[in-house]
């Protein structure tokens, strides 16, 4: 595998495709793209569950009327993730209400060229998540560790939903608890696209921190990933998490740009025209 733009554009793929799955699990045929472009609807006030992933600087007037509008409509937060080389002006980025987050580094790695070095923590089980009340500690372990109230409980709604849908619906996604001494204390999600298996949702809660649970967690996935019969292997992951997966055979392919958009509280955009935000995009759209 060469690791170059191509690299990236797995990484980026996989955030889409994982994006589109996890909102049409809940609000079905409301993700929609043009080109460059995919906006997913959960139908929840959710930032991690309403995406917009973005291959291309979009001219600021489409983005307007093809997301923020959308979403200010709906009175609802989202997440962008800008995957392009060319970065967005954050200046206009900024009159949109979009703030610029903590970037994100892409990196991806050949399965085959992995090693899993899984150490074990005396007290701590990792296990797969395999029922309805499995998914729902999941969740409310994700949700408690946000510091926005109103996260937190649409995360907990997202999972409470996912724990209610036949395995199958979901079987893409799958979901890891850490336990230590008996007590959920650290999540992760493998999700698998067609390229490539993704890492997702690696979190410890901070009073379990500086024990080694996390990494801990994380080469227990790597050895699963090992296992699978996947190719490539993608994540996004913090400027100072780089090395725990450089050491265990990925390579770092690029930056993503994260962006947040969080609603005027009783207030809402309107288009410049008049229009209704996606009256000129019909043509280009498709359910995800």
Request: hydrophobic share 35%; charged share 25%.
């Amino acid at each position: 595998m060469k690791y170059s733009l191509s690299a990236k554009n797995l990484v980026c793929r996989n955030l889409e495709n994982k994006a589109g799955y996890c909102a049409d699990l809940l609000n079905p045929k409301q993700s929609k793209e043009i080109t460059g472009l995919l906006r997913t609807d959960s139908g929840l006030l959710s930032s991690r569950f309403n995406q917009v992933v973005s291959n291309s600087v979009m001219q600021m007037r489409i983005l307007q009327r093809f997301v923020v509008d959308y979403f200010a409509e709906r009175h609802s937060p989202f997440s962008l993730w800008h995957c392009a080389s060319k970065s967005l002006d954050d200046e206009a980025m900024d009159t949109l209400h979009l703030k610029r987050q903590a970037p994100q580094i892409a990196v991806a790695a050949e399965v085959k060229q992995l090693a899993a070095d899984e150490k074990k923590i005396e007290g701590l089980e990792i296990k797969p998540v395999t029922t309805a009340d499995g998914i729902i500690a999941f969740g409310d372990l994700i949700a408690n560790m946000q510091d926005c109230p109103r996260e937190t409980a649409q995360i907990k709604k997202f999972y409470q939903k996912l724990s209610e849908l036949p395995e199958h619906k979901h079987s893409r996604l799958k979901l890891y608890l850490g336990e230590y001494q008996g007590e959920p204390v650290a999540t992760g999600t493998l999700f698998s696209s067609a390229d490539s298996l993704g890492f997702y949702d690696l979190a410890t809660l901070p009073g379990h921190r500086g024990r080694g649970i996390g990494s801990t967690l994380l080469q227990h996935l790597i050895n699963e990933v090992i296992h699978s019969h996947h190719k490539h292997a993608v994540a996004l992951v913090g400027e100072d998490q780089q090395d725990i997966w450089l050491n265990a055979g990925f390579y770092a392919v690029g930056e993503v740009a994260h962006y947040e958009f969080t609603p005027e509280r009783g207030s809402a955009h309107i288009t410049n025209s008049g229009e209704a935000p996606d009256s000129d995009l019909d043509d280009d759209r498709r359910s995800a």
